[in-house]
Structure formats: C-alpha cells, structure tokens
C-alpha cells in the first residue's frame, strides 16, 4: 500500500514537471521596450500624435511604407500610382488582408480613414487642403484626387504620425467606445493589442497570418519609461529590450561602454534655429540679421547643444542628403564666424548698445543654446539678454503671436520630404504657428516654394529648391544650427536593421539566436 | 472647514492655470494644426468663454460631483487619479512605516543615551540623511543594487521588490527629521518631574522610557508623521521619475505642462482632499495616545 502511494505520488510529481516544463516553453519570451508615453486611446483619428502613435503603430498600417533606403514602398497597397501631373494617387489594396476581427480590408475601409484623417484636429491640416475626392474603382482600388500637385504627398501616407487604415465596420460598430480597450482596437497590423494598462504599458500579441510574413517575436510590451537615465540603466540591466525615444549625445559614451547595449544613430528630422522676426522690430533690418549670421558659430552649437552628435545645417532640410527634393548644397551657408564683420554692421544699422531679447524654452539644451547666442549678441556690440520661458507661453506668445525679437526653437519636420519642410518654415501662408516662425514674407519665396511644389520633373525641383535656397540665404530669416543625430539603443539580445529602428516598430526586430 | 479650504484651493490652482498664458487647444493638436481645428477643440473644451464663466461652471458640476474629464485623454479625472493613485499609496505607506520604524528608535536611543557614541552616530547619520539629494541617493542605489548586483530592479512599480529601492530613498529624509524630532522630544519629556517620580518608584529603565516618556513624547512625531505622509500623497516628482513609476506627481506635472486644466484642478482637489482627511485621522489618533486629550473631549460631551 505504501509502496503504492510512493508510486503515484511520483507519477503526478513527473506529470507536475512535465506540464509545467511545456507551460514554460509554450510561453513566448517577452520583448520589453521602454517609450516616454504610451497612448491614451487607440481611436487613431482622436488621439494625440507623438509618442503615442508608437502604441498604435504596432496594431495600425499604411497603404504605403518606408524602406530600409529611405524609399516609400507598398504595404497595404501592393503598388501604387501618381499621374503625369501629380494629382491623382492610385492606390492598389492587397487581396487577402484581415483585419484582426477576420474581415477582410477593402476599399472603403481606406476611404473611410482618409475622410477620418481629413477630419481629424491632428491631421487635417495636410489632407483637407489637398484632397478633392476618394474614388473607388472596385472593392480593391482607391483613387485620391487632389486639389493641387503635390509630389510629397505620399510622404504623409507612409508616415505612422499621421496615417493609419482603421476597420470602417469595427469603427462604426463601437463608435466612441473604439480604441478604449483591447476588444475594441481592431487593425491589419502585424500585433495585435492583448492587454492595456492606461498610463503603463501595453502588451502585444503577435498576428500568426500577417501578410508581410508572421512577426519574429511573438510576444512584445511597450512600457513607460519617461527617464533616458532609467531607460539607459534597465537596457544594460536587461529589464527592457529596446527605447524607442532619442538617446541624448551626453550618454553615447555611457552606451558605448556597456558590452551589453547597442547604438544605432541616423539624422533626425528636427532643426534647431534661431529664428528672427522679419516683421518687426530690430532685425526686420537685414543688416542686423547679416551681423548675427556672422556672429553666430554654428559648430559650437553643435557641440553644446548636442555633445557634437549630429551635423551643422546651412538650411532647413539639409540632412546629410536624407531629405527627399534637397539639392544638397555643399557650404551653402556664406556666413562663416566674423566677429569684425558683425560688430561693424550693428554699428552701420545704428544699433550699437541698442538691447535685445532672445527668447526660448526653459528645457535643455535651449538655455545652453541662449548663453552662447547672448554672448555672441554682445560681443558683436549688443546688450543681449536671455528669457527662458515655459513651454505653452512660449508657443503661445512667440510662434502664435510672433512677440519676440530673436528666438531659438527646434522646427521638427513630420515626414522628410523638403517641400514640407521649406514651404512650411519659408512661405508667407505658413507664418506664425504652422511653422513659418521668422514671420518671413517675401513674394519671390513665394512664387518658387509654389512652382516646386507644382514641379513633377525631380530634376526641375531640384533646381527651384537650390534657387530657395540661394534666397534663404541671401534674406537671412534664420540662422540654421543643427540636425542632432536620432539614435535608438537597443539590448544584445535583440537584433535590428540600423535602418528601420527609428520608426519605432517591433515588426523590425528578432531575437538574437 | 474641509468646503471652504477645497473653495479657495479650486480657486487659486483654477485661477492659476487658465490666467497664465499657453492655449491648451494647440498644446494638444500641435502648433501645426489648423486653425478652424484649434478652434473647435477650444470650444469643445470650452476653453473659449471668458474665466469667470468657466470658473463659475467648473465649481457648480463640482458641487454635484462632477469633476470634468481631463482634455487630454477625455477620461474622467477621478478615473484617471484612480488609476494612478495606488501606486503613489503604496509607495508613500511604504516609506512613512519603514522611516518611522528607523527614525523613532534610533531617536528614543539617541535622547536616552544623550551624548554617548549613539547619540553621536545617530544624530551625526540624521544630518547625512536629510542633506542627500533624494534624486541622487536614488540614481547611486540603482546603480548599485540593479546595475551592479543585479539584486533589485531598476524601474517600474509592478511587484513588491520594485519598491524596495523607491521607498527606501524616499523614506530617508523622513527617518531623518523623525530621528531629530523624536530626540528632542524625549529629551525633553524624560527631564519631567513625572518620569523621575516613575524611577523613584522603582520601576524598570524599560517601562520609564517606552511606558511613561515615549507615549508623552510622541505627539509632535505623530503629527510629523502625519504631515509627511500627506506631503509625499502628493507624489515625488524626483523619485518617481528616477524609478519610473507613474504616481499621482508624473500625473500633475504632465497635466500642468500640457495645461490640463480639469486634470490639474482635479488633483489639487483630490491631494487637498486626502490631506485634510489624513489630518484628521491624526487628530483622532492624539486622543488614543494622550489619554488628557481624550478627557478634555469626554468632558466637552
């Protein structure tokens, strides 16, 4: 009997090993990544488009996508098509793609979000104004009609920020409650959400029959990590995977020390300037906009305010020829570091002693930023004074209204294509708060940010840009400091293509074997 | 007490937030979005009607326990708080318990053994204690117990060992001003003339102190106790961004940068609130130590 007993007893101990030996195995490793914020909701087309999008970006896709060179390439739409005169997008849906509620994505789902996105607070300053009319040709084939040209059109539909193709029936069936918990986010996406808490993390499944090929890792969280120190520290400890935010170039080093964390830089998309207001005051008067061009040193912006981690600028989108359209100038800038040359046009414009105000945010590495304009501002003959100031005053009081004298700020592109980029820092239509922050105005500006972005011949475009350019320079609205490098770190215990990471996906990354 | 106190509070931080400049509309959509968008979402929030009238709606939906729903994730305030208020709980019980647990007797040894090399050694690691830089200690024991003993995580909030190295540097500071606050205290009761009727009576050195003195000594500590408590409700900016753990003070400050106006009054309330509260327990607790205090209340009634 007892002989019994010892029997079966180690029959259910083995059984007990067995069970939970396959349970381990059956549960997939779980790559952890670090992000400043997760979203607030997953209702693409209410929800705020910063960090946020990354939690959306995993469930969401575009019709179009980014490649590893930078190229836009199908995703939802197998092809697509731009006529002659770049106004008419043909887009061409993919047969067989589910959404994760089994339906199956056709063209009025595409037609139901780019009418979202023309609606949308956050996104319909790009689509209204150049949209006309969504046709579909069949349940597969969309068609966009534009009001105008526009060559960097596509360039907002590949972009996470500011595209993503919803379910029309989830979205209507769920109506306000969409996107507010995992039952209710519905996408094509290569994840699908499983679990959510609001404000901390959210975890992610993998989608088995994604068209573009089952996902690598089968089981991600995105966890809230708002520090770069703490995220910098859990990547070595191995507590998270992956940061999808900018590493700072303070901790390069740091990184670079530790065997067990990657670095992996590209140029970002963000131009730190100091704009002057055109409009009024003391630098309405080029001469005085000359005199801080030749007082100001670029590189050493560089170095402060981006531990030398990125490259100087001689005009909005110069981005180590990254951006789409740039004519990419060598030494466009004419206006190398001449103290003499400066003090002595302040004192042409009459304005020696004269003060002057330079305003900018209160947030690293602004302030740094300041000193060093407010000591070239002085010793190029004015009494130069910095006012550090919180952000909301700052958008509200300097970019909206344009009450400052000289600022400095960071103009962050949302896709990569120049026109955007010129157009929306140089025309007069874009003055104040859109982006035209020098409250700059001029009619042959004008006429050629409108002609290149009518120019469907890359070569022609390329030529009107150098032309921008060349007058960019000559009328001195800004004075361009730097594109800091973007960087993601990620553990060795992941791999990536260097490429990808900085459009944040867990798509793009596999476990090292 | 409590209405007129909240009144004053939903005024100033109401105040506050809407008279500063910043327009929470393109805090929110971004300084691109288009301006008839703005717009709409100014009048959405009703953030286009002029203070007094926003003011006067917000404390009549108060009144009837309607808080609003923060502008920018429009949820509802208190949910909101809800959800990150736990964490902010715990963290805060935590190191008020494990403080007063090192500050008070090492305070009673430091008063009773005046001048000897406890005495010293305690008062000397109290003034250490609360000159550390919370942010600092924090950031030198990750290093150490996460990044170099791998003992500890670093971040997060999700069991019971990831407090440990939050609550630990949050509790130091308060261990200190209770260490100081207990000594001086029990220096002072253990000079009555009560405590020395108590020995002369003959009893042990163990009942004298922790019998007749500490229970007289206590009161000030317990309404320090009580007062850093309530302090650290409010959450700990520093501490919970060096561990990265979502507490009510992310929560505020996040609000306040994006402008937030109902998130941010909300909070002011709830933290007010919970002080208030909190004050009152020890207010009740004072009658169960100090035996006076309860006959004055019975002799009232």
């Known amino acids: 009997m007892r002989k019994m007993f010892f029997v079966c007893l180690a029959v259910v101990l083995a059984a007990g090993a067995v069970l939970r030996a396959s349970a381990a195995e059956a549960a997939p490793k779980e790559f952890v990544v670090g992000i400043p914020k997760i979203t607030d909701s997953f209702a693409f087309f209410t929800t705020t488009n910063g960090y946020e999008t990354f939690s959306m970006a995993q469930v969401y896709d575009t019709l179009v996508t980014k490649d590893e060179n930078g190229r836009t390439v199908p995703m939802l739409a197998e092809k697509f098509e731009m006529s002659d005169d770049a106004k008419t997008y043909t887009f061409y849906l993919r047969k067989g793609v589910k959404f994760s509620n089994g339906k199956e994505l056709k063209a009025n789902d595409v037609r139901y979000s780019i009418e979202q996105l023309m609606t949308s607070a956050f996104t319909s300053w790009i689509y209204e104004p150049l949209i006309d009319k969504i046709e579909l040709t069949d349940d597969y084939t969309v068609k966009l009609r534009l009001k105008k040209t526009s060559v960097s059109f596509i360039e907002y539909l590949s972009n996470a920020y500011y595209s993503a193709i919803l379910s029309e029936e989830a979205a209507k069936e769920f109506g306000d409650k969409y996107g507010t918990t995992p039952e209710t986010v519905v996408g094509t996406g290569p994840y699908v959400l499983k679990e959510w808490k609001f404000g901390e993390y959210c975890v992610y499944e993998a989608n088995e029959s994604y068209y573009l090929g089952a996902p690598s890792i089968k089981r991600a969280r995105l966890k809230v990590i708002s520090d770069v120190n703490a995220a910098i520290i859990a990547l070595q400890t191995g507590e998270i995977h992956a940061f999808f935010d900018d590493i700072p170039g303070l901790f390069y080093d740091q990184i670079a020390s530790a065997k067990n964390v990657k670095l992996a830089s590209f140029p970002s998309t963000i131009l730190f300037t100091s704009f002057m207001n055109c409009r009024g005051g003391i630098f309405a008067d080029r001469g005085m906009r000359e005199a801080v061009a030749y007082a100001t040193d670029r590189s050493m912006m560089l170095i402060v305010g981006a531990e030398g981690k990125g490259a100087v600028a001689d005009y909005p989108g110069n981005r180590q020829g990254y951006t789409e359209g740039d004519p990419v100038l060598k030494d466009a800038w004419t206006y190398q570091p001449d103290m003499g040359k400066a003090k002595k046009l302040v004192e042409e414009a009459g304005m020696a002693g004269k003060s002057v105000l330079i305003k900018t945010y209160a947030t690293d590495p602004y302030p740094k930023l300041a000193t060093i304009l407010q000591q070239s501002l002085t010793q190029a003959g004015l009494a130069a004074e910095v006012r550090q100031m919180e952000r909301s005053a700052f958008i509200d009081e300097v970019l909206g209204k344009g009450d400052f004298e000289i600022q400095i700020c960071r103009w962050a592109a949302a896709g990569k294509d120049i026109d955007e980029i010129l157009a929306g820092s140089l025309h007069t239509d874009s003055i104040g708060a859109p982006g035209n922050w020098s409250f700059y105005s001029s009619k042959e500006m004008d006429s050629l940010l409108d002609a290149a972005a009518a120019e469907t011949d890359p070569g022609k475009r390329r030529e009107i840009y150098t032309n921008v350019v060349k007058l960019y320079v000559k009328d001195i609205p800004a004075i361009p400091f730097y594109y800091p490098n973007g960087s993601r770190a990620y553990s060795d215990a992941v791999k990536a293509k260097d490429s990808m990471v900085e459009y944040n996906k867990f798509y793009d990354y596999a476990w090292v074997e | ?301």
């Not at chain 2, 008279?19 to 979005?33: M, N, S, Y």
């Not at chain 2, 301006?35 to 006067?56: S, T, W």
């Not at chain 2, 000397?124 to 024991?141: K, Y």
């Not at chain 2, 507490?247 to 996040?254: A, N, P, W």
């Open chain 2, 1 to 301: 007490m409590l209405v007129p106190m909240l009144l004053a509070i939903i005024f100033i931080v109401y105040g506050i937030m809407s008279l500063t400049p910043g327009d929470p509309a393109q805090l929110i959509l971004g300084t691109r979005a288009s301006p008839e968008a703005i717009a709409g979402l100014r009048h959405e929030m009703g953030f286009d009607k002029p203070f007094v009238v926003r003011y006067g709606e917000y404390v009549a939906k108060a009144a009837r326990g309607d808080f609003g729903n923060s502008w920018r994730t429009g949820r509802p305030v208190f949910q909101v708080i809800a959800g990150r208020f736990p964490t902010t709980i715990k963290l805060s019980l935590a190191a008020v318990v494990l403080a007063v647990l090192v500050g008070v007797p090492l305070g009673v040894l430091a008063a009773v053994k005046q001048y000897s090399i406890f005495d010293v050694i305690g008062t000397t690691i109290a003034m250490f204690m609360a000159s550390i830089p919370g942010f600092w200690f924090g950031l030198m024991a990750i290093l150490f117990f996460s990044l170099k003993l791998r003992l500890l995580p670093s971040n997060g909030a999700d069991s019971l060992k990831h407090y440990i190295l939050p609550a630990v540097t949050l509790a130091i500071p308060v261990a200190a001003s209770l260490l100081r606050l207990t000594r001086t205290t029990m220096l002072e009761t253990i000079r009555q003339d009560y405590i020395r009727t108590a020995r002369a009576k003959g009893q042990t050195e163990g009942k004298v102190i922790f019998r007749h003195a500490l229970k007289n000594a206590l009161l000030p500590v317990v309404t320090a106790t009580g007062m850093e408590f309530g302090g650290l409700l409010g959450g700990v900016v520093t501490i919970e961004t060096v561990f990265s753990i979502n507490g009510v003070g992310m929560l505020i400050i996040d609000a306040i940068r994006m402008k937030d106006i109902p998130q941010v009054t909300g909070c002011a309330i709830f933290l007010a609130a919970s002080f208030m509260i909190l004050m009152l327990f020890v207010d009740i607790l004072y009658a169960y130590i100090d035996p006076r205090i309860k006959a004055s209340y019975q002799k009232m009634n």
